[in-house]
């Protein structure tokens, strides 16, 4: 389903920090710094966006590791990163910090439900994708009733994800099925 307060959003996934590196962590609300080599992606993703894309306004997750990423864009752009906490990745609950490959093994029906995904998962203390989706499309809603478009939106791939996932007849249940690399820029 297209929304038309998509139009002339973009999303952008922050860089790559420690925990995204296999084994992969779950992050979640965790405040998880860049690594090097995101600090260097997230050059990468300034010099695409300065060269190609004109953008009127930049909005950033208020997490460290999309916070950074959106600031190292703001230099090469001009422009400054308004935040938002809405852009959060998921609230992940009790697996943040734990890596997925230990939550197969101890919790293998949880993680079963999490890899088909779907209107009705919910991270065991923390929220539903669905949840999730609600906040992302209203802070989405909100950057393109400013009016400054066209607009990046630096946030994390579960977001990104959920976002996609609207357009799919599938709707979250299409959430596993979405690739989003480390400063993957995505237009909805």
Avoid at 13 to 20: A, E, P
Avoid at 80 to 87: E, G, M, N, S, T
Avoid at 144 to 156: N, Q, R
Wanted: charged residues 25%; hydrophobic residues 40%; negative net charge.
């Amino acid at each position: 389903m297209s929304d038309p307060a998509w139009d002339g959003v973009l999303l952008a996934r922050h860089g790559q920090t420690n925990d995204n590196i296999e084994p992969i962590k779950v992050q979640g609300f965790t405040d998880t710094p860049l690594n090097d080599t995101g600090r260097r992606q997230a050059a990468e993703l300034a010099g695409r966006v300065a060269a190609g894309e004109a953008i009127a306004s930049l909005w950033s997750s208020d997490l460290s590791r999309a916070r950074e990423t959106a600031e190292i864009v703001g230099v090469a752009t001009g422009l400054q990163a308004r935040l938002d906490p809405r852009f959060r990745e998921a609230n992940r609950g009790r697996w943040e910090g734990r890596r997925f490959i230990d939550i197969a093994r101890e919790e293998p029906d949880l993680y079963a439900a999490w890899l088909n995904a779907g209107d009705h998962f919910r991270f065991p203390g923390g929220e539903s994708l669905l949840e999730q989706q609600e906040r992302v499309t209203a802070a989405l809603r909100d950057v393109h009733a400013t009016g400054e478009l066209p607009a990046l939106v630096v946030c994390h791939g579960g977001s990104i994800r959920v976002m996609l996932c609207k357009r799919d007849p599938r709707g979250l249940y299409a959430f596993h099925d979405f690739e989003v690399p480390n400063v993957a820029v995505v237009r909805l």
